[in-house]
Structures are given as structure tokens and as C-alpha cells.
């Protein structure tokens, strides 16, 4: 079978975007360096990001007005494939186009477009995006940097009050960044309005900081060392009255202000949640990263051997053990699995961010929701499994020069960044359990008192793929009894989506009962519970888009492979999760064990397809080379 029809499935809606991007990545080669000092690597990307620049692709996701490509699900997916590559390239031009471009897009207005827009996409204005400091990273809410109106001079006064509102890890900042996008608390009047954001020049033409702003380096750090991370420190720097990206608040001369949203805590949950595109990209880019990490470790698996079989000449090709299956076949079929989700996901943000008349809050919710859970299960998942894939080459998977260590170093972080996962997937039960009603990314033990008493009585599984087929197929999946329940589509989405609801449930109803006692401390000690009710949700929402893609292939081959690899998504998923089926009367003690011989089944039937479904990735080659593999 050719990898092509696979290929057509896992390319979706952008196909041909992502044909041209992998062709311009294979002519470019935009490959790892190796053994570069700190500022060697910082010189490498910068010089590679002023190429991407030239290609055209980071104009992708800006307006058509500006001279953007006005395509937001494309620039996405044109960032994800970047992930193949060298990551602190992808990290970069996530930081420029991404952060600092998209603050300025979404957060700003006409004379902001107007004045920096082109310059920030032709790289000619280097910027940063300065959120996080020392003191508080994923409770940005309490940010503690000062922007005070001065009505006398129409100017903002930036400072940093104390050592803990040091802006801290701030991508571009310790040695390319001219500008800042800095969220500080607004205050004017004498009265705080919370956290905005501002343009804040910090360097000049020569590169020199600004009167007033010191600049740190957080030096080398576990990973993407290409990119320069650093601090900012901010004493009285003035920036005029226009600097405020002022779409959702603005200050007028005098002082005064105003804001279509009234509620502070509702302001800045609303901006946080248009810049949701950088968590979507993370996304992809680490989905990107696992996919090449696999593509790898089946080359050197279908090569390598080890031991003898009785009577056989020939050592074993280490493919061929079972164990070794087990390692690399449940991994590809996640990242499948993860890939579908992450192309719907892609499309619903291309589908809301490009709609003319202003989208429902209850669907821009349930997108930031998605986001946040596809986001923390997708770099998870690339976590463990780069690392499987460096087990699985053994000693040659730890040599540099086989990019796995390195591909594990560069994407440890994005677990981290782009919000904790954790922190993420409460944000993702939050909104199940209260659906969407309350401020969604609020965390705070206020919010979450008022959560743990206003949760909805009745929770409702929404279908968000395919949901005639899913409709069709969960009527017709046979009893629990029945031979061959195991394979059967049906069955397995309903056997996801009862767990769902009964996670949920129960988490509500834990919380109910708790609530008449200290809310926050109920909260909190139910977190194992709601982080358990956000996990199995993805999980559903990741086999509902699978399901969708199967239905869309129209191959006959193709779907066959599909359907058996879906199949190994969730009966992989059954095996590690059995102690909750089984605890719960989900699966009988024979059934649970008849899964562990179903997993054992599909990895024996997808064995000989395992070099297809990884060059079905389409890696460009220049990614794929590599010592280990000659
Ligand atoms: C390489 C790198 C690049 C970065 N680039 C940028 C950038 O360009 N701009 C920018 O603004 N920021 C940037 N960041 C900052 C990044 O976004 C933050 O590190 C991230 O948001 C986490 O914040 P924190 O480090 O303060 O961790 P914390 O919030 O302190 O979390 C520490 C631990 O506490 C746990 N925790 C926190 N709150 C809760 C809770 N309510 N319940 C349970 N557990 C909790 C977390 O799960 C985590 O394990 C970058 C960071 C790194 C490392």
C-alpha cells in the first residue's frame, strides 16, 4: 500500500499548505546544529528566522489588509510542521508571529496594525511577549508590573514594583527583542482596572537596552538554547497614552476609562482567550516532534537485531519482538489519534477566529476548553513517547548525533509553557462542570469556591466530531456481552463516553457534598478527581476525531489500516486504564484480560505496516537522517 492514501487523511483541510511547507523545509533544511556555543546557536536561528521571514509563511496568519495571508488555521498548521524541524526555530518564530505578532493583532487596534504590523512580520521589529514573571506564572490574573496613567504627560509609567514581578523566561528577550508586549496592571485615576497590555520599546537600534530597562539572561537552560531567554526589569519607563493595546480597554487623555466588558476578571480571561493560538500550535508542534521520534525508532527497529531464534540463522530484527511492538505501535496510533484531534481542533479555531459577526461565548469556551486539553495531552504524549522512542534505539538512541536526546531536550518544556498541563486540564473540568458558564480560566480560590457551588445538576456529554456517525454507531453497538464487543466502534465510544460521565459526575457530585464545608478546601481535595474527569474527556474527544477521520479517508485500503489502528488507540487506552473499568463494573476480570490479548493481536496484524504508517508522516528526509540508520 502506497503511504499516500494515509497521507491524504492525517494532511486534512490544509494539504496542500502543508505539501508546500514540507517542500520548502526539504529544500531548506532548516536542520539541527550541532555543538554550538549559547550565542553561536542564538546567531543560527536568528539568521534561519530571517529566511523563514522571507518565505512568507509567518504572514500567513495576519489580516489581508496588512499584507497578511488572512488564513489562522493555516499559519497553525504551517508552525506545527516547523516541529519537525529544529525546534528552537519553531520556538523563535512562535515567540515573534505567534506571541508578539498575535498580542499585537488581537489585543491591538487600527493604528497598531497599521504601525508595526508589517514590520513585525518581515522581522525588520523583533519583539517579545512578556507575561510571566519571577513570582506568578500560571496565576497571570495577579501579575504585579504597573502601568499608571500619567494624564500631565498622556504617558504610561512602566515599573516593576519588586523582585517578583520581574518579567521572567521571556522568549526573545535577552538578546534579539526590540519591543515588548507587556502585561502589567493598568492603573489610572488612582484605581487599578487589571492586567493589559502594553508596547514597550526595550532596545534600540543598536541593540542597547532603553533608559530604565535592565535586561537579564536566563542563560543556559535544559533545552532550545537557540532561543534567548530573559528578564525584564522596568524603573518608571515612559510610554505615551497609545502604547496601551487597547481593544478591550482604553484610557482616553484625561484619564478616563472605558471597556466594552465591564468586569475586570471577564476582560482579561476575554484576552487571554483570543491569544489561544500559541497553545494550539504547541500542540502540533509537539504531535510534529513525536511523529519524527517515531519515525526514527521504526527505521532503526526494522534494521537492528539482536539474539538469534532457534533454527534461524539470522539474528532477530528487533521489530519483530512483541515487546518492541508494544513499545512503538500504541504510540503511533495515539499520535494518530492526537493528529486528528489537533486537525479539528485547527479547523474549529480557523472557523471562530475568521467569522465576521462575533461568535457565541458558550463556542469560544468550548474552544479554549479543547485547546487546553489537547495541548497538555498532546505534549505529554510527546514526552513519553520521544522517550520510548530513544529506549527503543537503545544505546544509538542516545547519541546526539541520532536526534532523540535532542528532540527530548527541546520539547521537555512544552509541558510548561503555553500553561501547565495541569493547571490546563483543571481549567478543562472547570468548564465541563459548569458548562462553560463561569469565567473559564480563572483559578483563583474565589472563583473556584463559587464553582464548587454552581456546578450544573446535570452533566451532558457533547459530541464534537462526526457526531451522526458516532450517533449512528453508538445505536447500533452490541450489549456487553456480546463476542467481539471489544473491536466494535460502537461499543468503544460508548464505553468512553460512559466513563466520561460517570468521572464527571461523580466529581460533581464529591464537590456537592464537600461544598458545605470550606469550598476551596473541597476543591482541592477533589483535584485527583477533576484532573482525572479532564484526562478522560480528551480521551473522548481524541476517538471522536479519529472516528471523523476515518470516516473522511476514502481509500478502502486505508481505512482498513485506520480502522485497526483506531482499534489499538482505545484498546491501549482500555488496558491502562482496566483498574478503573474494572472497579467500576465496566469490564468484566475476563474481559479486562481479553484486552491485554487484543493489544498483543494488533500490534502482531500492524507489525508489517509499521514502516507505512511512520512515512505516511511525510517527514521530508533531511529530518530522518541520522548515524544510527547508515
Ligand atoms: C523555556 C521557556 C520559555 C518561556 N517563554 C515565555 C515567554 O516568551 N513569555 C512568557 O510570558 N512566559 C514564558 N515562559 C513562562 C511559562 O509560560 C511559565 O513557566 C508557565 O506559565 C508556568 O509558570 P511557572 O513557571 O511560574 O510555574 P508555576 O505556576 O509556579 O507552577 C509550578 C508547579 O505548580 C503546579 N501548580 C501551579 N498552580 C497549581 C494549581 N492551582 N493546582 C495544582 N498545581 C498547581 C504546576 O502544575 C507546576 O507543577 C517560558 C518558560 C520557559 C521555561
Redesign the pocket.
Known sequence: MNPEALTVVLDGQWAELRREVRKQLSENAYDEPRDLSTEDYRVWVLDQLHKLAKTGQPRLGFAREYGGGGDIGGSVVSFELLGLGDLSLM?KSG?QWG?FGGAVQLLGTKQHHERYLSRIMDLDLPG?????????????QHLRTTATYDPETRQFVIDTPDPSAR???????ARDGRMAVV?AQLVTGGESRGVHAFLVPIRNELGEPLPGVEIGD?GR?G??NG?D?GRLTFRSVRVPREALLNRYGDVAEDGTYSSPIESDGRRFFTMLGTLIRGRISVAGAATSAAERALALAVRYGEQRRQFNAPGDAEEVVVLDYRAHQRKLLPAIAKTYALHFAQEELVRKLHEIQSAEEEVDEHSQRELESRAAGIKAMATWHATKTIQTAREACGGAGYLAANVLTVLKADTD?FT????????LL?LVAKGLLTNYRDHFSD?SPLAMARFVAEQVVETVIERTAARKVIERLVDAAPGRDDDGVLFDRGWQVALFEDREKHVLEGCARRLRRAAEGDPFEAF?DA?DHVLSAARVHVDRVVLEAFVAAIERCEDDEARGVLNQLCDLYVLSNLEEDRAWFLEHGRLTASRAKSVIAAVNELCAKLRPDARLLVDAFAIPEPFLRAEMLG
Open positions: 520556538v515567540v506571541l517579545c511577549f512578556a507575561m510571566t514573571e519571577t513570582g506568578h506564572g500560571s496565576d497571570v518579567k521572567d523566561y521571556i522568549g526573545n528577550a502585561f536566563c537552560k533545552g532550545l532561543v531567554n518544556v510548561t509553557f503555553e500553561g501547565d498541563n495541569t493547571v483543571q483559578l482541592n483535584q
